[in-house]
């Protein structure tokens, strides 16, 4: 059987020109990463490789590209290769006469947001304001230490029904403000950014994809990392200055602190470095990890293995000597955090989280029906609705990404 496909491939010769699609390129540390923004596709290069991009680019041959390699750097290049990964990477726009069958680029959120109408995210003087407005945020409460909430804050209603649903609803919208602070950012960089729900062991989040934010310079992508963080803290700081200002006892003072405490929920959430938070990436990006959570999975398996086995011949080869020495040991320590983190979040889950929640939702079922009154069939059925819905978009979401993956 013949393959039809590799036989429409235009053959790639010494004499072939290619032309490639708008690439950006950053280094960074040895390397250089090279990337095609609008498919988000992007990928690490040694230096040879990136002036092999570069002098294609500029119109060179593949001969003669070979050829100013081997005088710039004393080595011989497999640029028919190289142009072969590039096409199937998606860089190369034609080769020779003829074009290169293009993928669809994926789907942006919010595409009509372009990044001059949010380039003020990205302003120097936005980090100054964000810690000037919790520096005075930090002043009230240590003027004031009853301001701090507490977790009778969220009850801030007799009826449950209402805490729940109210509870829900703020924090959804807090949720999806903070992936919003992720998106402008990045789309200000000019990275086009896409806003999707996602699993991260037991927990439902939403995330957004930035990728591309790699090529940007380094405070653009610790910025886009943090905004998030940055966005709650602000939020928080500006409902302890307005609490400071409103009389304790009043319903406004009473939602404030509540809209508070859901405020600073999710931020030690942020802490838990292996479910790939925002303080992952920055983690990340700070150690100069390429994917730090795959490396160190792909460690903590090797061990694993090889303490099952025993350390027997037919053992695979440790993957992370194949990283550079600074990635090596970054990779080897998170391995530890990644293992004992997943253990202790699943143990909490099945002997804390699931029985709750389990109990919850039998309670509620039990409160249905016409012996339970308006107000009880009401707070059961607000139960089932927001937790069971929860749960069963947790499902969902796990699926649908599995089948995608």
Aim: charged fraction near 20%.
């Amino acid at each position: 059987m013949t393959d039809t496909a590799a036989e429409d491939r235009p053959r790639i010769e010494a004499s072939t020109y290619v032309l490639l699609h708008d690439l950006a390129m950053r280094r960074d540390r040895d390397e250089w990463i090279v990337g095609r923004m609008a498919t988000r596709t992007f990928v690490a290069l040694p230096a040879a490789g990136a002036r092999a991009v570069e002098l294609l680019g500029e119109g060179l041959s593949v001969a003669r590209t070979a050829d100013v390699l081997r005088a710039e750097t004393g080595e011989e290049f497999e640029i028919t290769d190289f142009v072969t990964d590039l096409a199937a990477l998606g860089f190369v726009a034609r080769i020779g006469d003829h074009p290169v069958p293009d993928t669809e680029p994926p789907r942006a959120t919010l595409p009509r947001l372009r990044p001059h109408q949010v380039r003020l995210a990205l302003h120097p003087a936005l980090p100054v304001l964000v810690a000037v407005l919790l520096t005075a945020a930090v002043v009230a409460l240590v003027r004031r230490p009853d301001l701090l909430p507490g977790y009778r804050d969220l009850l801030w209603s007799p009826h449950g029904s209402l805490v729940l649903v109210g509870g829900a609803a703020v924090g959804w919208t807090l949720l999806l403000a903070h992936e919003l602070a992720h998106l402008v950012t990045a789309r200000a960089a000019g990275v086009p950014g896409k806003m999707r729900l996602g699993t991260r062991l037991q927990f439902l989040v939403m995330q957004t994809d930035i990728s591309g934010i790699e090529l940007a310079p380094r405070r653009h992508r610790l910025t886009a990392y943090l905004a998030g963080i940055a966005f709650n803290l602000s939020l928080a700081s500006a409902l302890v200055l307005t609490l400071a200002l409103t009389d304790p006892g009043t319903t406004a003072h009473r939602l404030l602190a509540a809209a508070l405490l859901l405020a600073l929920l999710p931020l030690p959430f942020q802490c838990l470095l292996f479910t790939r938070t925002d303080l992952y990436f920055v983690l990340q990006d700070l150690t100069g990890c390429r994917d730090l959570y795959g490396d160190g999975l792909a460690y903590a398996r090797y061990v694993f293995r090889r303490a099952v086995r025993r350390g027997g011949a037919d053992a695979a080869p440790d993957p992370s000597t194949r990283l550079p020495a600074h990635e090596r040991r970054a990779v080897r320590i998170y391995s530890v955090v990644l293992v004992i983190g997943t253990v202790a979040c699943l143990t909490f889950m099945a002997a804390v989280t699931l029985p709750a929640d389990i109990a919850l939702l039998v309670r509620a079922a039990r409160g249905l029906g016409p012996g339970h009154g308006l107000a009880g069939n009401a707070d059961a059925l607000a139960v089932l609705v927001v937790l069971g819905g929860i749960n069963v978009l947790w499902l969902v979401t796990w699926l649908r990404n599995r089948r995608s993956a």
